[in-house]
T-cell receptor, first 116, second 114 residues
């Protein structure tokens, strides 16, 4: 069965500093990979996704992620963090479920705190 | 396009009562998903529909849970005889093959069972 590990439960960075959130996945085939962000009490907003092709994907809000098959990783990065980036970040792997369908399996999330 | 809409956003109910949540997917999205999220955890898959057909159900979806999607439009998730362990946020999402199958989530419906 597929699984996602986000090793860091909580990360604190200063505003303007760079950010990297780690994500490792386990899946027996080529994965679909996603990063979502969730503000307190809110739903999930898609930051970026990887289906195939270029392993470095660009997302919204200045985020990017790199798929590394050899390391089973899909780490999220941002060169300069803004206070508004404070939220919880979820990595997810899409497991195929019949044809082109898939369902998402999420990690437990990484809570990002941004210090002024 | 107004996004995935969920109602009610918050529900407090007494143990043993039935509750129903409604989800309106993004217009013309033929796939609809339900997930559950408890505090400190990532969302967990419950079930999904393609049009009106319920194609997969998680083992998390006990007999007290039922989901429907009549006519392939909106969906309802009903929980019968609620238990305190049902307290969670219930997230609905939708996708369309035309849009590359990306799954978009709603704001969620919070359930508190007292």
């Amino acid at each position: 069965a597929q699984s996602v590990t986000q090793p860091d439960i909580h990360i604190t960075v200063s505003e303007g500093a760079s950010l990297e959130l780690r994500c490792n996945y386990s899946y027996g085939a080529t994965p679909y990979l996603f990063w979502y962000v969730q503000s307190p009490g809110q739903g999930l907003q898609l930051l970026l996704k990887y289906f195939s092709g270029d392993t470095l994907v660009q997302g919204i809000k200045g985020f990017e992620a790199e798929f590394k098959r050899s390391q089973s990783s899909f780490n999220l990065r941002k060169p300069s963090v803004h206070w508004s980036d404070a939220a919880e970040y979820f990595c997810a792997v899409g497991a195929r479920s019949g044809g082109s369908n898939y369902k998402l399996t999420f990690g437990k999330g990484t809570l990002l705190t941004v210090n002024p | 396009d107004t996004g995935v809409s969920q109602n009610p956003r918050h529900k407090i109910t007494k143990r043993g009562q039935n509750v129903t949540f409604r989800c309106d997917p993004i217009s013309e999205h033929n796939r609809l998903y339900w997930y559950r999220q408890t505090l400190g955890q990532g969302p967990e898959f419950l079930t999904y529909f393609q049009n009106e057909a319920q194609l997969e159900k998680s083992r998390l979806l006990s007999d007290r849970f039922s989901a429907e999607r009549p006519k392939g439009s909106f969906s309802t998730l009903e929980i019968q005889r609620t238990e305190q362990g049902d307290s969670a946020m219930y997230l609905c999402a939708s996708s369309s093959l035309v849009e590359g199958n990306t799954i978009y989530f709603g704001e969620g419906s919070w359930l508190t069972v007292v």
